[in-house]
């Protein structure tokens, strides 16, 4: 008899995207599973949304985060795994099933991970860009993943309520990073299924885009910073992203210098900085080419070395900037 899943959703001002997520896991082929949603003190019309469906609805008074909503609908969970998702994500009709195979085949000690499906429900351009860097950068290394992420993450109940549950008073953002990284020191294992999928409604602008990145740059600085691991290569945290926009700032010093001094020899190293970024980027490039073509990947490799590292070093600098003003205080 198959294992009771209960697939718990945080919700905050997701009413243009929690019917979607809804309707997705009501049509799963799995057929022995329960669905929580936390509503986080939303101010739209997610209430609506989420009662059109026979789910357990649960709301809070105040909003209070993610990993409080998250916590809550696993406290209230009846089920012998927890599926964590986002009310922006819609799964796939497998998804519940590789599930519970993966936590049958490796545990209650592992925690099962999954990801983003490459093509998104929404092909805006920065959409497609954003889905297709976020599952190259979890699966890179399934055997070894640095982190298990809560649009798609599956774990024994009892295991969940044991190691504690998400930090209720931390960074917004990387919660799963910190929970993933701390029950790995208690021993848990970290298992990623690549064929673990839900499709990420983004509705991406560049705007958006490059906000995004800003933001998560700048909290997942503080946190490796705290963490001592800078130079870690941790899921969308790689090295191929800290090398890009290591060498975009390097391409952009050699211009500064070359434009105030005159010097050609300045220039020089430019087609090698560029070179070498591009060979140690080669594999998200080929992503991008196998997911929508050789124009789309040009294109993305293009947002993703010339103007995507400038958002994400700016983060980076806030985020250095608070820690050390926090450490200074």
Not at 156 to 175: L, N, R
Not at 189 to 207: A, E, G, K
Request: glycine share 6%.
């Amino acid at each position: 008899m198959n294992k009771m899943i209960s697939v718990v959703i945080p919700n905050y001002n997701g009413g243009d995207t929690i019917g979607k997520c809804l309707e997705a896991v009501y049509t799963s082929s799995y057929d022995n599973f329960e669905v929580i949603v936390v509503d986080d003190g939303s101010t739209d019309n997610s209430a609506h949304e989420i009662e059109k469906f026979p789910c357990r609805f649960i709301r809070l008074e105040k909003n209070s985060g993610a990993s409080v909503a998250r916590n809550t609908g696993a406290l209230n969970s009846k089920g012998d795994i927890i599926f964590f998702t986002d009310s922006d994500c819609v799964m796939k009709e497998d998804t519940l099933s590789i599930a519970e195979r993966a936590i049958s085949e490796e545990g209650a000690d592992a925690v099962i991970g999954g990801t983003y499906t490459r093509m998104p429900y929404d092909r805006r351009f920065f959409s497609i860009f954003q889905s297709v860097f976020v599952n190259y950068s979890e699966i890179k290394d399934p055997e070894n993943p640095d982190y298990i992420a809560t649009h798609a993450m599956a774990i024994d109940a009892g295991t969940f309520k044991k190691t504690g549950g998400f930090p209720e008073v931390f960074m917004p953002i990387i919660e799963d990073v910190e929970y993933s990284h701390r029950i790995r020191r208690a021993g848990y294992r970290l298992v990623m299924r690549p064929d673990m999928l839900v499709r990420h409604i983004f509705n991406y602008s560049m705007t958006v885009s490059l906000s995004n990145a800003v933001k998560k740059s700048r909290y997942w600085t503080i946190y490796s910073l705290n963490n001592k691991d800078v130079l870690a290569d941790s899921g969308t945290a790689s090295v191929e992203l800290k090398a890009n926009v290591a060498s975009y700032f390097l391409g952009l010093l050699l211009l500064i210098a070359w434009l105030f001094s005159g010097q050609t020899f300045f220039l020089l190293p430019l087609p090698l900085v560029c070179g070498v970024n591009l060979y140690i980027n080669r594999n998200l490039i080929k992503a991008f080419y196998e997911t929508n073509g050789i124009l789309f990947a040009v294109s993305a490799a293009i947002y993703y070395t010339m103007i995507y590292p400038l958002a994400v070093g700016a983060g980076a600098f806030i985020g250095i900037a608070q820690y050390f003003l926090k450490r200074g205080a």
